[in-house]
């Protein structure tokens, strides 16, 4: 049996219900953020020494490295968050666009940069293939209407029923949203690179281009509306900002805590008992943890009816990362902010990753050199880069202790063979995560980087509800629950819960006939 809630009081008397969030990634400080403007009490819980979750931010040797998330998109779901709080968020955080959005290198050295600029895509495609300029309207077309649907319609609208589901139906199928992404895209681009360009997107949120839903398409045009962005000093500052945002709330961030259970009474959410033995009461708990960790680690099997283990098992989850940070004592003025180098071979790379799941011998890379827009994130006269892999999560049985040195070795080698000259002579320092961090550190079922696959069988109701359909008063938020990863997906989850948390007033009214 729990202790009575001891609800704190307010100025007015009133009794404020708590809410805790487990996790402070982007997801669980834009819920907290939510929950603080409604009145609530929170307390946000983070397992790691500092605040960000998969935004975590390293710091060695005069070097600056966002772990994870670096491309913004959507900045309005970040300045809603400021402005909630009576605040702008551009006197706390710097965001500057970035052109071109992404380089796409091929195999064989040519390349192909991508921007929001029509003009400068339609010459682009017209370098690989005139035949097919034509289809770049017709493609970004395809894409709005997937958006005013996928995103402006239902990124923010719970999946609570089945019938939320059919009621959506009719769009889903006039949008041809059966169909992956790769083969949407196929239908307005002949030549094969230009299918790659315009099709890598899903890979960005842990989908497979080929069997992605084409709903994911719809990033095309959400990045051509608002752009691609950095905000200056790292992604770490808007964590920091939101971080001082929830506690001028009056909310409180607890480091170093790790969430052992979730404490169910009478079928709903009251607190959470802690590694260290505390227990913490609450009247709502959010979590910001992977959803599938959620239920298989933090809730007793005999409190689940839909999130089973064996349901969770049998789930598709999204491929893992391997991530090298390093910094140079040479700058590199040649490679862009964000460059994507392509191996030799695409479909069936991806097929080894998410169907055969086993580490191939090449791969495809994403390298970050945050410093050609922000020369501060490293020291004088240096470069900071990180370059990650796609690779299968856990279950390709990889032992990643032996393994990572000699991959991270393939990869060095790869990068000054082609756009990184004489790297190894030039690195002064290195970090390396592996699917095993994101098993361990971040608490990833499976050590997957982005959650469960997002394939149309494992969206939006098929999701991990956003509201728990087997706890009361238990919300999720994050890459792990509907709409999905990347951030606007979890931003957008945290905005989802304005429609399903009880009303703080009608809690503390509650609160105050307990008490009595």
């Not at 995103?151 to 609208?157: A, K, N, R, W």
């Not at 001082?244 to 909310?251: A, M, N, P, V």
């Given at each position: 049996m729990l202790d009575p809630i001891a609800p704190s009081r307010t100025t007015s008397g009133d009794c404020q219900p708590h809410a805790v969030v487990i996790g402070s990634g982007f997801g669980g400080l834009a819920a907290a953020l939510r929950l603080g403007a409604r009145g609530y009490r929170v307390t946000v819980l983070e397992k790691l020494d500092a605040p960000g979750g998969r935004a975590y931010v390293y710091r060695q040797d005069g070097f600056t490295f966002d772990a994870g998330p670096t491309i913004v998109t959507a900045p309005f779901l970040f300045e809603e968050l400021w402005k909630l709080c009576g605040r702008r968020m551009s006197d706390d955080v710097t965001l500057v666009p970035v052109t071109p959005f992404y380089r796409i290198r091929f195999h064989d050295g040519t390349h192909f940069d991508y921007s929001g600029d029509p003009v400068a895509m339609r010459d682009e495609i017209a370098r690989f293939s005139p035949d097919d300029a034509g289809g770049y309207d017709a493609y970004i077309k395809a894409s709005e209407a997937i958006f005013?649907?996928?995103?402006?319609?239902?990124?923010?609208?719970?999946?609570?029923?089945?019938?939320?589901?059919?009621?959506?139906?009719p769009e889903m199928i006039r949008l041809s949203s059966f169909r992956s992404v790769y083969s949407l895209v196929s239908k307005f681009f002949k030549h094969p690179k230009l299918?790659?360009?315009f099709s890598f997107h899903p890979l960005l949120i842990g989908?497979?281009?080929?069997?992605?839903?084409s709903i994911y398409c719809l990033i095309a045009f959400l990045e051509r509306r608002w752009g691609v962005h950095f905000a200056m000093g790292g992604t770490g500052r808007l964590v920091e900002g939101l971080v001082?945002?929830?506690?001028?709330?009056?909310?409180a961030l607890r480091c170093q805590q790790?969430?052992?259970?979730?404490?169910?009474?009478?079928?709903?959410a009251r607190g959470l008992r802690l590694a260290s033995g505390e227990i913490l009461n609450a009247d709502i708990v959010v979590s910001n943890a992977d959803s599938a960790t959620t239920y298989h680690d933090l809730l007793p099997a005999s409190s689940r009816k839909h999130w089973t283990d064996r349901r969770i098992e049998r789930a598709r989850y999204s491929m893992s990362l391997f991530v090298w940070y390093f910094g140079t004592r040479q700058k590199y003025p040649d490679v862009p902010h964000h460059m994507m180098l392509l191996g030799p071979r695409y479909k069936e790379l991806l097929t080894d990753i998410f169907e055969r799941k086993i580490l191939a011998d090449d791969f495809s890379l994403y390298l970050h050199r945050p410093t050609a827009t922000d020369p501060s994130l490293a020291p004088d006269g240096c470069d900071a880069f990180y370059v990650l892999s796609p690779v299968p999560h856990l279950q390709s049985g990889t032992d990643w202790r032996a393994t990572a040195e000699t991959y991270r070795r393939a990869i060095a080698q790869t990068l000054s063979d082609t756009v990184l000259p004489d790297l190894h002579n030039r690195i002064v320092t290195s970090h390396m995560l592996t699917p095993r961090d994101f098993q361990d550190r971040l608490s990833s079922f499976r050590g997957a980087a982005f959650g469960l696959e997002p394939v149309l069988t494992q969206s939006a109701w098929f999701r991990p509800h956003n509201r728990s359909e087997d706890i009361e008063r238990l919300y999720l938020v994050g890459a792990g629950t509907h709409p999905g990863a990347g951030l606007p997906g979890v931003l957008s989850s945290a905005r989802v819960l304005d429609s399903l948390v009880p009303d703080a007033q009608s809690l503390a009214r509650s609160n105050l006939v307990t008490a009595a």
């Open positions: 005013k649907v996928g995103f402006e319609q239902l990124g923010d609208v719970p999946f609570s029923t089945w019938t939320d589901m059919a009621r959506i139906a299918r790659v360009v989908g497979n281009p080929f069997t992605a839903s001082r945002l929830i506690e001028g709330q009056g909310g790790e969430v052992r259970e979730i404490l169910v009474e009478g079928g709903a």
